[in-house]
């Protein structure tokens, strides 16, 4: 979906937030000398040959799956079981070589079984893993990757997180910006994470947070919920009243653990609904970059939780804006 908005307030920033900044890539953790893998594969149609060759194929997995496991640590690799799929399904493709410590046909159970000692091409792995986005060794210590999802009254509805282009997303990354905050944009982050990593992260799944700020290279990932909705009309004076909530969590990849949440809004009256739409998201994006840059600094220079100061009530909205 493509909106139309006041190139003097939005149109640049697009730009900026979408491709400006770039993600690093990071070293590797190094990878093991040697592995092992096992198998036990049914015989089909007596067919010893073909099961003992599947039987390898099989060994040879599970040893990349141990190396993969080794080398991005057990929760990186539990979240991206999706992308490392990639990888496993050619396992023999990494392999520098292989030799069987046992192999044994059972003519009783009908079933091939092998154990192998393995090593793979290290540059090779890490090469496919950073193709994929994962990152496996240290992030970013000044980058901040920020998602939300926003639904706007003004706009049509759209069935992709990503076919959107959000105003209260964009606002907040230009004000942080401007603060010499190092953002991560949208157009960069799409191409590395799914959308259903995104949706479990703003719903509250820390290790997906933390997943997006591995692959994004940064320290700090933002993600939330913002809504805009018309409060009502002045027919007589043709001036409409809008509202603009924004909600985010703000969380530490390193230690998978939130760092401050804030909520906001804003109520503009204005003769035209997409200007004040924009107005409000403006007014209360600032607002919520006023409260986060500080816990940044708080965050990155004593290393801890920073204080979660008491959200402020806002109006409610109707289930109907949400």
């Known amino acids: 979906m493509t909106r139309c908005f006041p190139s003097l307030l939005l149109g640049f920033w697009f730009f900026s937030v979408g491709g400006f900044f770039s993600t ?30 599947k039987a390898v194929d099989l060994a040879l997995k599970n040893g990349m799956e141990e190396a993969l496991q080794e080398m991005i640590g057990d929760e990186e690799f539990e979240v991206s079981q999706r992308d490392l799929r990639k990888i496993l399904r050619r396992s023999s493709h990494y392999v520098k070589s292989y030799r069987f410590l046992e192999a044994y046909d059972d003519m009783v159970n009908q079933a091939s079984e092998v154990r192998l000692e393995m090593r793979f091409f290290p540059s090779a792995v890490s090469q496919a893993l950073a193709g994929l986005g994962v990152i496996t060794g240290p992030v970013s210590e000044s980058k901040v990757a920020v998602l939300i999802n926003e639904k706007s009254f003004t706009a049509a509805p759209v069935t992709s997180f990503w076919d959107i282009f959000p105003i209260s997303e964009t606002q907040l990354a230009k004000n942080l910006m401007e603060e010499g905050i190092e953002v991560i944009g949208r157009e960069r982050l799409r191409e590395m994470v799914s959308e259903t990593t995104v949706l479990n992260a703003i719903k509250g799944d820390l290790k997906s947070a933390r997943s997006i700020g591995l692959k994004a290279g940064a320290d700090i990932v933002i993600v939330g919920t913002a809504v805009s909705s018309l409060r009502g009309t002045n027919v007589k004076e043709g001036i409409k009243t809008v509202q603009a909530n924004i909600s985010v969590k703000v969380v530490s990849t390193l230690e998978s653990s939130l760092i401050a949440a804030k909520a906001e809004f804003s109520t503009i009256k204005h003769e035209q609904a997409l200007q004040a739409e924009l107005e409000a998201f403006d007014i209360a994006s600032k607002k919520l970059a006023d409260f986060l840059i500080p816990s940044f600094h708080r965050y990155r220079e004593k290393g801890i939780e920073a204080p979660v100061k008491k959200v402020p009530e806002a109006p409610p909205l109707s289930m109907s804006d949400m």
Do not use: I, L, N, P
């Open 24 to 53: 690093e890539v990071f070293a590797q953790k190094k990878m093991g000398d040697v592995y092992q893998g096992s198998a036990t594969v049914q015989v089909k149609g007596g067919d010893y040959v073909a099961a003992r060759e």
